[in-house]
Nanobody, 125 residues
Framework: QVQLVESGGGLVQAGGSLRLSCAVSGRTFSSYAMGWFRQAPGKEREFVVTIRWSGGGTYYADSVRGRFTISRDNAKNTVYLQMNSPKPEDKAVYYC??????????????????WGQGTQVTVSS
């Protein structure tokens, strides 16, 4: 059974930092791409960033480029989202996801096959 489990969410001050983790179990994702999405109350799920597990290529949403960094640890089967200088508008539930389609960088939630349960991030001003 495939499982993606996010952790690390919580309350952070604007301008601070927070690191989210996504632990992957149940299969090897070496041929997959991983993504982080977020969803604020009353809004659609929004693409944040994606990384190819093999090769490490990344693509960021404009809203987070330069502030957030995605990385992976192959040995731990874990993907990280380092959030630096978060803003109040970054407040959302953050989801980790995996897709088999690595042809291009996928930014639509419908392109992803597996999802975690989400972790809440709140940014205080």
């Amino acid at each position: 059974q495939v499982q993606l489990v996010e952790s690390g969410g919580g309350l952070v001050q604007a301008g601070g930092s927070l690191r989210l983790s996504c632990a992957v179990s149940g299969r090897t994702f070496s041929s997959y791409a991983m993504g982080w999405f977020r969803q604020a109350p009353g809004k659609e799920r929004e693409f944040v960033v994606t990384i190819r597990w093999s090769g490490g290529g990344t693509y960021y949403a404009d809203s987070v480029r330069g502030r957030f960094t995605i990385s992976r640890d192959n040995a731990k089967n874990t993907v990280y989202l380092q959030m630096n200088s978060p803003k109040p508008e970054d407040k959302a539930v953050y989801y980790c996801a995996a897709t088999r389609d690595t042809t291009y960088y996928r930014v639509r939630p419908s392109s992803y096959n597996y999802w975690g349960q989400g972790t809440q991030v709140t940014v205080s001003s």
